[in-house]
């Protein structure tokens, strides 16, 4: 039986092999790789093993990247740190997904199902990709405000910016109406879309379209003039230009 591990934790990979002794005895692995691109050259120079045990995470990023260069046909059981809820969703595939710790009665599991050929040789990548990336954020659509004795709740489409002044923060919209918001600004800019509103400096936060003028200025800055803003004098610093651009230029 030829066991490859590609694991970049020696202590890990160790374990693995002394749990894996009662169901191969004499087992010894034919390679234990620690990287995407020592794996990769491995399998360009050798011939595929029976069973392959393969960390998520490695030393130098994510396994699956393995499997995108080089094409194999060779059974994987995973080993990883992700919690239970990404690892039975992973297991839609007939490959195993073992929780590290490993726990030695899944390990079992998991070596039977191996022998019993219940494993699909064949990995879902697109699959793999979507359960490992992060969740898709989402942002706020209204922002609850109070005027007066009324409360009112402003869609984010009727925003122009954001502001602080005097330690208080306020929302205005495009029509250039103002209101007071109970949040700081660094709350506000964590709860909308990067790619709708921009934090040009400390005090303004604001939406593509309130974008009036740019002009250059002093010091490889630029200056802002915001739509129905009395405020002339906002600049952004010469370390936010370029991101600044970027963002106008998406």
């Given at each position: 039986m030829k066991i490859l591990i590609?694991?970049?934790?020696?202590?890990?990979?160790?374990?693995?092999?002394?749990?894996?002794?009662?169901?191969?005895?004499?087992i010894s692995p034919i390679a234990n790789l620690d990287t995407v691109t020592?794996?990769?050259?491995?399998?360009?120079?050798?011939?595929?093993?029976?069973?392959?045990?393969?960390?998520?995470?490695?030393?130098d990023g994510i396994s699956f990247e393995i499997f995108e260069k080089v094409k194999l046909s060779t059974p994987v059981i995973f080993t990883t740190?992700?919690?239970?809820?990404?690892?039975?969703?992973?297991q839609v595939n007939a490959i195993d997904y073992l929780l590290k710790p490993i726990d030695p009665i899944e390990l079992a599991k998991a070596v039977e199902k191996f022998k019993a050929r219940q494993v699909k040789p064949a990995l879902d990548l697109d699959m793999l990709k979507s359960l490992l990336q992060p969740e898709k954020k989402s942002f706020k659509s209204r922002f609850l405000v109070r005027f007066g004795e009324k409360i009112q709740s402003i869609a984010i489409e009727e925003i122009a910016f954001f502001f602080?002044?005097?330690?208080?923060?306020?929302?205005?919209?495009?029509?250039?109406?103002?209101?007071?918001l109970?949040?700081?600004?660094?709350?506000?800019e964590a709860a909308v879309d990067p790619t709708i509103f921009f934090r040009i400096n400390r005090k303004y936060l604001c939406r593509v379209d309130a974008v009036a003028e740019v002009l250059s200025y002093s010091n490889s800055r630029l200056k802002v003039k915001l739509k129905n803003c009395l405020d002339s004098d906002i600049l952004i610093s010469r370390e936010k230009v370029g991101e600044f651009k970027d963002w106008l230029d998406r």
């Open positions: 590609i694991e970049d934790e020696k202590p890990a990979a160790n374990r693995l092999i002394k749990l894996l002794e009662p169901h191969f005895p004499g020592r794996a990769v050259t491995w399998f360009e120079q050798n011939p595929e093993p029976d069973l392959i045990f393969c960390d998520i995470q490695l030393a740190a992700f919690d239970q809820y990404a690892i039975k969703a992973f602080s002044e005097e330690r208080v923060t306020f929302l205005q919209t495009s029509e250039g109406k103002k209101f007071v109970d949040s700081t600004l660094e709350q506000v």
